[in-house]
């Protein structure tokens, strides 16, 4: 997002919205309510397009005693307005602000430097926020502080210095499990997770996994995330099925809005080829959507193979796409999937003959010898994916008569499958739930509620999750 | 350092003769060692490789240079990424030796323990990143294999997904690769032929440790596959050298050998097991529905009654007025 607009706008209009972002942070803290400073937050999608140095620069003046400007350092990245500064703050002289808003207006640089490509002066002045909030120590700072540390981690990431800023991230979660402050904690977690997978290093991700729990209050593009990285730890470590259920809680979980299409497109890949390599095939409606049908062009091509079990194409589409598989980091998972496509061709040829040569499977399945093809099938009838006998004196396999699927427990079990989806679904929704005040009577009250939540619907649908195109490639 | 030198000296000697105390290693190899310094503790390493490289090297020997040598190790800076270039790259070429060395005298719990040492070196931030060994590839790819043989298939997965993708190729890496594949799509085959194209002396111990693992694999696919099979045949088929081996390995399987061929009986006891019903999982998911029912039951009431309390709360007609007001006209 290139947010450096070129807009005359007069600077005081985005003042004065961050002047009401202001009045809420201050409300939060007064009122021990963390839903104005989450409000004042998702406030800064609509601020952040029209943010620049000469706004940034205008607003700490005047909204920011001056030993806070200068404590934060903000003069570095900010241009002196030829603007009338006394003007705009003669009305409004502040002499001392509470640390959240001088922690917001961090944020608010941060946001400013991410979007200007300032990467340098965005590492030393995160490291730097984060330096003055673990010293702060506030739990009005809980919101704040997990915007910070993601741009912290993000900073670091585009400086290619991910290694270095583990163990600020370790101590900081360790810190926020004890304070039980769920958001940094769901964030930290997060960006842990993204640094080891960055790296490769699937066993010390699976064992944060294993030490920590997700806090379950965390914002649901949170989950989403947590969701996918289990997956992905899961889906390394062969345990399909379970990968394949939290990537579909990640897809539904993430919101669906044009904003993190990326996101959607990583974890529509990688559930792809997880239920593949569960022996599923992926619906094709999945890929006809818009904003997944470009993305997805070389796994449908690799579904096809799968489905038809056609290794000759499979082999095809590997070679032609090594490149994009490597970059969505699904090579190695789709290396895998080569004895899936073995399997679907065997199951096919049990299907159409009664009885065949074990030379016209091998010649069938492109294998490299008739020995290859006997022990092929041999496990294929071992794992159950044909009924057959094998004959080795004469080199024929003998498909066994089809039973009846429902004389077997195969059907109960898809049947237990469906329902309990259904009823975590259920069970889910339910705790998504909200309730309205029950307590206030009077009408005017009531009226103000109504219009709260007006806002907040209408902030909602535009700024939610304003931050995830800032991640990068998944 | 300099303020108390008898004392110091003491003190190390005290230290390092403790190995030699244990090992009873001759006294002309510890004679270096009376200060660990990093120079004493490349003059051992040298030593200890002349031994190593020899035609028939003594691995016992070895072994107890080895020990001297990593107890030497941890008085440097032994695992720390901070430590000079000089003395990272002399660390890492010992335990790459003591891996090798594990390998020889097929040690196996000592070369994951070599390996996973190594690992913090391959991968090491270190401020200026060190030259790429040589045997960096070799040995993992080895631990790739090892982790094969020990059947722990996801781990083999996880080390994996940390190799560099561009040496996916290499020769070292793609053996074991291609092992695998073999191993999961059932060409025993194939496994059996890349005994004779492994790209180090150091591959065969592993694989003949894998060859025991397919023969099971290869029997419990042969079991549910044939109903028949001639012993001379499954002698080919289970990569046997001779008869005696197959009827033996029938017996520990408990396979019924009739005349000249095996007969497998198993089949039929397997059928029979799946007509069962299975009650205790049948009796169990019923009884979550119900609790699952009960509670959406609870949730709906639950329901109501916020309806009704917001029905008083705003003072609007209460059904109960409601159904008055309507008995009344």
């Known amino acids: 997002m290139s947010a450096t607009t070129t807009s005359n706008e007069d600077p005081k209009f985005v003042i004065a919205e961050m002047r009401q972002h202001i009045l809420l942070l201050e409300k939060s803290v007064n009122s021990n309510e963390s839903r104005f400073a989450t409000r004042a937050i998702r406030g800064t999608a609509s601020i952040r397009k029209r943010l620049n140095g000469k706004v940034l620069g205008a607003a700490a003046a005047a909204l920011l005693p001056k030993d806070a400007v200068a404590r934060l350092g903000l003069a570095r990245f900010t241009q002196s307005s030829d603007m009338d500064v006394d003007a705009v703050a003669a009305d409004a002289k502040v002499s001392s602000v509470v640390p959240e808003i001088e922690v917001y207006f961090g944020f608010l640089t941060l946001l400013f430097l991410h979007d200007s490509a300032a990467n340098a002066h965005g590492l030393t002045f995160s490291s730097e926020l984060v330096e003055y909030i673990q010293k702060l120590n506030r739990r009005s700072l809980d919101q704040l502080s997990a915007k910070i540390y993601f741009y912290y981690e993000r900073f670091s990431e585009i400086a290619n210095r991910l290694a270095e800023v583990r163990p600020t991230l370790l101590a900081a979660l360790r810190t926020a499990t004890l304070r039980h402050d769920d958001e940094t904690q769901a964030v930290l977690l997060n960006l842990l997770l993204r640094n080891y997978i960055h790296f490769n290093l699937y066993d010390q991700a699976d064992k944060l996994v294993a030490k920590t729990t997700f806090p379950e209050t965390a914002g649901n593009s949170q989950s989403a995330r947590y969701f996918y990285y289990l997956g992905r730890i899961k889906a390394i470590q062969l345990d399909y099925t379970a990968s394949h259920s939290d990537l579909v809680q990640a897809i539904r979980k993430a919101p669906k809005n044009p904003k993190s299409a990326g996101f959607q497109q990583a974890v529509h890949k990688l559930a792809i080829i997880v239920q593949l390599l569960t022996g599923e095939i992926p619906e094709r409606s999945l890929f006809r959507e818009p904003f997944l049908l470009k993305a997805l062009v070389p796994y449908l091509s690799i579904t096809q193979a799968v489905r038809i079990g056609d290794l000759a194409k499979f082999q095809d589409t590997l070679a032609k796409h090594t490149a994009t598989f490597r970059a969505d980091k699904t090579y190695t998972l789709i290396l895998r999937l080569r004895h899936n496509v073995i399997k679907t061709g065997i199951r096919m040829i049990s299907l159409a003959y009664s009885k065949i040569s074990l030379r016209d499977i091998c010649l069938k399945l492109q294998l490299d010898s008739e020995e290859d093809a006997e022990y092929i099938v041999a496990k294929a009838i071992r794992d159950g994916v044909i009924d057959a006998v094998l004959d080795h004196e004469n080199g024929f396999m003998k498909s066994k008569e089809n039973v009846d699927i429902y004389s077997t427990n195969e059907p109960q079990n898809a049947f237990h499958q469906r329902i309990s989806f259904c009823l975590n679904l259920h069970n889910e929704s339910v705790k998504a739930l909200r309730f309205p005040y029950a307590q206030r009577k009077e009408q005017s009250t009531m009226d103000a509620l109504r219009e709260e939540e007006r806002l907040i619907a209408g902030e909602l649908a535009e700024g939610d999750l304003a931050d995830d195109d800032d991640m990068g490639d998944f | ?329």
Request: hydrophobic share 40%; charged share 20%; net charge positive.
């Open chain 2, 1 to 329: 350092m300099t303020r108390c030198p008898t004392h110091h000296h003491k003190h190390h000697q005290h230290l390092l003769l403790l190995p030699t105390l244990l090992s009873r290693s001759p006294p002309t190899f510890t004679a270096i060692l009376t200060k660990p310094s990093l120079s004493s503790a490349v003059a051992l390493f040298e030593t200890l490789k002349k031994d190593f490289s020899a035609a028939t090297p003594d691995l016992k020997k070895c072994g107890q240079h080895l020990s001297t040598l990593k107890l030497h190790l941890t008085q440097l800076s032994f695992l720390q990424p901070t430590a000079s270039q000089k003395e990272l790259l002399l660390t890492r070429e010992i335990l790459e030796l003591g891996a090798q060395h594990a390998i020889k005298s097929h040690d196996i719990p000592a070369f994951e323990r070599y390996i996973s040492q190594l690992k913090t070196y391959y991968t090491a931030s270190t401020a200026t990143p060190l030259p790429a060994s040589q045997r960096q590839y070799p040995l993992l790819g080895l631990n790739l294999l090892r982790l094969l043989a020990q059947n722990r298939i996801a781990e083999f997965h996880t080390e994996l997904e940390q190799i560099d993708p561009d040496q996916l190729g290499n020769l070292y890496i793609k053996h074991p690769i291609s092992v695998e594949q073999s191993l999961m799509e059932g060409s025993y085959n194939r496994v059996w032929n890349s005994k004779s194209n492994v790209p180090g002396e150091e591959y065969l111990f592993f694989i003949d440790i894998l060859m025991g693992t397919i023969r099971n694999e290869i029997g419990s696919c042969a079991e549910k596959a044939y109903e028949r099979l001639p012993i001379s045949d499954a002698q080919t088929l289970l990569y046997f050298k001779s008869a005696k081996e197959v009827t033996d390995f029938a017996a520990q399987r408990g396979w019924t050998v009739s005349g000249s061929s095996i007969v497998f009986v198993t089949q039929q006891a397997t059928d029979a097991g799946k007509l069962e019903i299975p009650a205790p999982k049948v009796i169990r998911d019923a009884l979550s529905y119900a609790r699952e029912l009960e509670r959406i039951g609870e949730f709906i009431r639950f329901r109501c009654i916020v309806k009704l309390t917001l029905w008083f709360q705003f003072n609007l007609p209460s059904p109960i007025t409601l159904f008055s007001r309507e008995r009344n006209t």
